[in-house]
């Protein structure tokens, strides 16, 4: 891989979670960021700790992604001020435990253009630069709901679906550019993600979750390494594997069902 000095990385919802531990990653290894979330405080705090312990250059910007035209503020932000985005990292994110009957719709706009609108503007619109330049690398978080349809969270498990096709077939359009595309599908995490879900109820959220960091370490090293889709944790790899190996939608369903149940 080239050289990481004056590289940069942009990471989405980097204020906490998944994604405050991959900017630790970049950060570890020289890479100077550009660190966007609607937390204004939690950023600030993040770029005073990481320019003095790492001595890299930190960008803060506030932003709500769930806006339509956040990703084109987001993008003339970085050419005002000659940001060149060589790790784009497409992490925020969210979901919502309950049936589909129960939920305001309004939720639902929200999520999905935050979970599959932004994520696909932005990254046509920094892959662009990538290609021209012959060097880049895409990480989309997606999530082990992406391998199966999900009751209880049906429109965040088919976001993630999203996500993890559009990120796969950009793998293979990007062939022979110098720009690979990731996704990362992880299964629940410690993060706040079960929180902002109200999935404190589900079956599937209960046991030991996965910790923020290994889940990124997972992520960052098969972004760095050019690979296709990365699932951390056997367990989760198993059930990734079984969906493909279901003979039956049905049964696939039923089994998603059992596993989403309340508790």
């Known amino acids: 891989m080239t050289t990481t000095k004056q590289k940069t990385a942009l990471i989405t919802g980097a204020s906490s979670g998944i994604g405050y531990e991959l900017a630790k990653l970049f950060a570890q290894d020289g890479i100077n960021l550009v660190l966007v979330a609607r937390r204004k405080s939690l950023l600030e705090e993040i770029e005073k700790d990481f320019e003095q312990r790492y001595k890299i250059i930190v960008h803060c910007v506030e932003l709500d992604l769930a806006l339509l035209d956040s990703p084109a503020q987001l993008y003339q932000f970085c050419q005002k001020n000659n940001l060149q985005v060589d790790y784009l990292v497409n992490n925020a994110g969210?979901?919502?435990?309950?049936?589909?009957?129960?939920?305001?719709?309004?939720?639902?706009?929200?999520m999905l253009t935050l979970n599959v609108l932004t994520i696909t503007t932005l990254t046509s619109l920094f892959v662009r630069d990538m290609v021209q330049r012959r060097f880049g690398y895409i990480l989309n978080i997606g999530s082990l709901a992406a391998f199966q349809p999900v009751p209880q969270m049906a429109v965040y498990g088919a976001s993630k679906t999203y996500v993890m096709h559009f990120t796969e077939a950009l793998?293979?359009?990007?062939?022979?550019?110098?720009?690979?595309a990731t996704v990362l599908n992880p299964g629940v995490t410690e993060t706040g993600f079960v929180e902002r879900a109200n999935m404190g109820g589900a079956a599937y959220a209960q046991g030991t979750l996965l910790k923020a960091s290994r889940v990124a370490l997972a992520?960052?090293?098969?972004?760095?390494a050019g690979k296709l889709n990365v699932v951390p944790g056997f367990f989760n790899k198993l059930l990734s594997i079984s969906t493909g190996l279901t003979?039956?939608?049905?049964?696939?369903?039923?089994?998603?069902?059992?596993?989403?149940?309340?508790?």
């Open 219 to 224: 992520g960052y090293r098969g972004m760095m």
């Open 94 to 110: 969210y979901g919502d435990y309950g049936k589909l009957v129960t939920v305001d719709p309004a939720l639902y706009q929200n």
């Open 247 to 263: 003979p039956s939608r049905r049964v696939l369903l039923a089994i998603s069902s059992f596993v989403m149940r309340g508790k």
């Open 171 to 180: 793998h293979a359009e990007l062939r022979g550019t110098g720009v690979k």
